[in-house]
């Protein structure tokens, strides 16, 4: 069969084996990033050298890959991306082997780890959290909360109204594990009383949320939050409203925050339990 077809068989939203190296169902983005970086390979092996997919050697792997450039975690994504599409045409019987040594990615492994914010600096955004103004504001900050928290954009995309246990004592949510599936935390009283605070004037509408079903965290039209651009968009707010911290004291925040290095540090509410 045609590698671009293989290819577009592979990442079908409906095939249940669309699957990476390691076997986990691709999730997210992963199968957009993973066709691109597969397509260029493809535009490169059959149509720049016009070698054949299914003939390709390692060396013309790593020509590729030398071609490419860019940074050595990048590179690993392609060795990861190309590596799987290959698995995936074994194991049905489309080629029989593969040019891609899953070695040609290691380098990832020494490059810089997620820079992490202090703690202080983490206090810092908390306030600026509580400074967000205007219509979103209430749902803003309990975004930035969740974040602070410790949940990743998708996990926080992904959570839905029922996934929330009000028990007694304590609040519990069903949140969104890489891979599949939920695990269940306790929420810390300040995000519990942050969705408090936000539950009454939640957006719904039918089909895609409902009073008691759908997203927790909402558009204005009721819809679930995109995890890529809303998460940015929120906590630039949150970065800038810090920033204009008056206190004389206030620690110095890195010129660019990501979700994941806000997720990774050591939230201001305590470490998120597993309940």
Known sequence: MDARTVLSNWLDEHNPDRRGKTGYLLQGTSPERYHEHVKAWLDFIEDTVRIGAWRAQPSHFVTWLDMQGGAVRTRALRVSAVGAFYTYAQHFGHTTGSPVDPKMGTGAWNAPRTELLAPGQMELLRWGADQLRGETAVRDRLFAYLQL????????????????????????????????????????????????????????????????????????????????????????????????????????????????????????????EKA
């Open 149 to 272: 928290a410790g949940l990743r954009s998708r996990q926080i995309c992904e959570l839905l109204v029922p996934d929330l246990h009000f028990e007694q004592g304590r609040t519990t949510a069903d949140i969104w594990q890489k891979g599949g599936g939920t695990r269940r935390y306790v929420l810390p009283v300040e995000v519990v009383a942050a969705i408090r605070a936000y539950l009454p004037g939640r957006t719904h509408r039918p089909p895609a949320s409902f009073e008691d079903q759908g997203p927790l965290l909402v558009s204005y039209r009721g819809k679930r939050l995109d995890p890529q651009h809303t998460p940015r968009t929120i906590l630039q707010q949150v970065v800038a409203a810090a920033l204009a911290c008056p206190d004389p004291e206030a620690p110095e925040l890195p010129v660019n925050i990501k979700p994941d290095m806000v997720a990774l540090s050591p939230s201001p509410f305590g470490e998120l």
